[in-house]
């Protein structure tokens, strides 16, 4: 049942409540350096010796912007803002700015540093209303009347790396475009920066108190970094180094020279297509897919082409690469995972991305990694047929524990399924959860009683080794937000006609009834809200509420997803809503124009929820003293002296359950180790 009532909106007031009675300082850096920003990230490039900063833009609230280069005094607004409580500092992206000053300008100029709960970050703020991250893009998304110089931006990336030397130049020199017409016009775009970031300030709700603390909390989890264990990484680096040559060379032997390195996709598909075997992907299901077919079926040397392939082309040793670029001289990554990253409030990875890591499907984990140890790709390769894939098995690895330190982690059991239950009142799973939870018993496990649900047979009927059981937790991962054919056949490409697929979706909605309803009726809300601006509309423990400007959905802590320039379209008989999605930094119509249903709504939710849970642990675990390194989707990774915590605590501070969730059902598995192996 839907219902409305009159609420108050928080998005996009005239003024930042949180510091409408603060001073703001408004302030962006101009820096070169030899490093690569982009290959090495925010804080290993402001550590490098290179780095200088050649001038600094700032802005006390509404007052002119003003410069400062190097060789003048720091400027007396930065002083009072250091030592002032009434005072914020603002920027966006301002972990760039923040480690500029911490690593570059305190130890050369003596230039105050300022504590995470000073900062403002207008791309955080940015991004939890559901805009773009990128400066330029949020200023047009909002049609701010001020806008980033793209001529400016050219000139800065032109000015911050070294050029090169000109012929009558000693070429071991380094040379820069910093002549002064070009110095003036870097200025003058640093200064447009400003207003850029001041008047987006000024647009923007600030975050929440809660959220504020998140993202503090952030800022000092990536400032932390995680430790890697660079010997085993550099051996890991070496035996890739070795095998993709050969692999390449084989390739352009049984090509004849039309496919010369096995990444090279489109040449390598047309080649498979002139021997007969058109495939339309050459990802890794879609080769093993290939590979099952008998010998009759597929001749030896498309086999084997194949086998190159999927021997070849891992995703994941690329990250070594990656790993060792950022890894600063303390064997420590930092700035891997940005706040707010996801619309549903989900960090996104920076660089290494840690969210991406291979899982291992080798069988023996500690004989691979002791294997790949060596870095002598010939043992290797004498042990596995595909060493590059063994090396892929390995990556988490890399990341382990400092000396002295031990690696304590948890994440939550199947979050998604509980909290979809739990949001649609499907009592029956709940009830499922709570009796596994309490009785560990095999046959309780909730997929096993999907599976009977879906199977019309006796509960307890199955138990995990049952081949039941994966039809259980395949409908519930493919069909949880109205998926079908298309849905289960990411996680099953081959098993089961699609007439089966279509009766196992029929029986699986049978037996979750309250899921259903709440597709529906959330689709029903979201949409009775966007024609009925100002006025919510509740379903359940979610209410929505458009702005014009945005469509707000509230979860049951509170929190708000947004999204940006919703409106209702289709004729009179179906209609659904239309937002603008800016997830990928680029402003496009949710679903390429296709709009909202039931089941994105229902995704969001429960993944926003399954982020704040994740959130709140967090917060508990660092305040009890466990300094995260690592929180990978429903995981948290802490690191700590050994001896310091058991997996018991760590599991109690995981699942302890927040006061607007008390009958949700929350569990969670935690180990220790020295390396991240997961």
């Avoid at 923040?98 to 130890?107: F, K, N, S």
């Avoid at 948890?410 to 509980?418: K, N, P, Y």
Wanted: aromatic share 8%; with cysteine; net charge negative.
């Amino acid at each position: 049942m839907l219902d409305t009532v009159q609420i108050r909106s928080n998005v996009l007031p005239a003024t930042s409540w949180q510091d409408a009675l603060r001073h703001v300082l408004h302030r962006d850096y101009e820096t070169r350096s030899h490093a690569i920003l982009k290959t090495v990230g925010t804080y290993k490039y402001a550590t490098d010796p290179s780095t200088e900063v050649l001038c600094c833009a700032y802005a006390v609230d509404d007052e002119p912007v003003q410069l400062w280069t190097p060789g003048n005094p720091v400027p007396a607004q930065f002083i009072e803002a250091a030592t002032n409580p009434a005072w914020v500092v603002c920027a966006h992206g301002a972990h760039f700015e923040d480690a500029i000053e911490h690593h570059v300008l305190h130890p050369r100029f003596g230039w105050p540093v300022f504590p995470a709960e000073k900062q403002r970050c207008t791309q955080a703020m940015a991004l939890a209303v559901g805009l773009p991250a990128r400066l330029s893009t949020a200023a047009k998304a909002l049609e701010l009347s001020n806008r980033k110089d793209a001529a400016g931006e050219r000139l800065m990336h032109q000015t911050s790396k070294p050029r090169r030397a000109h012929k009558d130049e000693d070429p071991h020199q380094v040379y820069w475009f910093d002549d002064d017409d070009r110095l003036q016009r870097l200025y003058e775009y640093c200064r447009q920066d400003v207003e850029v970031e001041r008047e987006l300030y000024s647009r923007l709700p600030s975050l929440s108190a809660s959220e504020q603390s998140l993202w503090e909390l952030s800022s000092r989890i990536n400032q932390r970094g995680f430790y890697i264990d660079r010997a085993f990484a550099e051996a890991a680096r070496q035996i890739a180094q070795a095998a993709a040559p050969e692999i390449d060379a084989e390739t352009a032997e049984l090509t004849a020279g039309d496919v010369t390195s096995i990444n090279q996709v489109a040449r390598l598909t047309a080649w498979l297509q002139d021997h007969g075997c058109a495939l339309e992907s050459l990802d890794r299901k879609a080769i093993e897919r290939q590979l099952t077919k008998r010998d009759d079926d597929l001749p030896p040397l498309i086999r084997r082409v194949l086998e190159l392939r999927l021997g070849g082309a891992q995703a994941a040793v690329k990250k070594i690469d990656a790993l060792l670029a950022r890894a600063g001289d303390d064997g420590r990554i930092r700035g891997a995972f940005r706040y707010h990253g996801a619309g549903t409030g989900r960090w996104a990875g920076e660089g290494v991305q840690p969210q991406n890591l291979k899982r291992p499907v080798v069988d023996d984990l500690d004989a691979a990694i002791s294997a790949v140890a060596t870095g002598d790709y010939q043992h290797v390769r004498s042990l596995y047929p595909r060493p590059l894939s063994v090396v892929g098995d390995c990556s988490r690895a890399m990341i382990c524990a400092a000396p002295g330190h031990v690696l304590i982690g948890a994440d939550f059991s199947s979050i998604e399924s509980r909290v979809l239950a739990w949001i649609a009142g499907e009592e029956w799973k709940l009830d499922a959860y709570r009796r596994f939870d309490a009785t560990h018993d095999p046959r309780d496990e909730p997929y096993c009683e999907t599976a009977c649900r879906i199977f019309r047979v006796p509960s307890g009927s199955y138990t995990k080794d049952s081949t039941e059981r994966n039809v259980g937790k395949t409908c519930d991962l493919a069909f949880g937000y109205m998926g079908g054919i298309n849905a289960w056949r990411k996680f099953e490409p081959d098993r089961f006609t699609d007439e089966e697929v279509k009766n196992f979706n029929a029986e699986w909605r049978a037996a979750h009834p309250a899921m259903k309803r709440f597709w529906y009726n959330i689709d029903r809300a979201a949409l009775t809200a966007v024609r009925e601006r100002g006025r919510v509309i509740r379903c359940g423990p979610i209410a929505f509420k458009s702005t014009g400007a945005f469509l707000l959905l509230k979860l049951p802590n509170g929190r708000k997803l947004s999204y940006p320039q919703p409106r209702a379209v289709g004729d009179e008989q179906r209609q659904h809503v239309v937002f603008v999605d800016n997830t990928a930094g680029q402003s496009c119509d949710c679903r390429n124009g296709q709009g909202a249903y039931g089941g994105l709504w229902t995704e969001n939710v429960v993944s926003g929820i399954a982020r704040d849970l994740l959130a709140e642990a967090m917060l508990r675990i660092e305040a009890a003293g466990h300094p995260i390194v690592l929180h990978v989707h429903d995981e948290i990774v802490a690191e700590v002296p050994e001896g310091f915590s058991t997996a018991d605590d760590f599991t109690d501070l995981m699942t302890r359950k927040p006061a607007w969730a008390l009958d949700l059902p929350i569990a969670a598995k935690a180990w220790t180790g020295k390396q991240y192996t997961k």
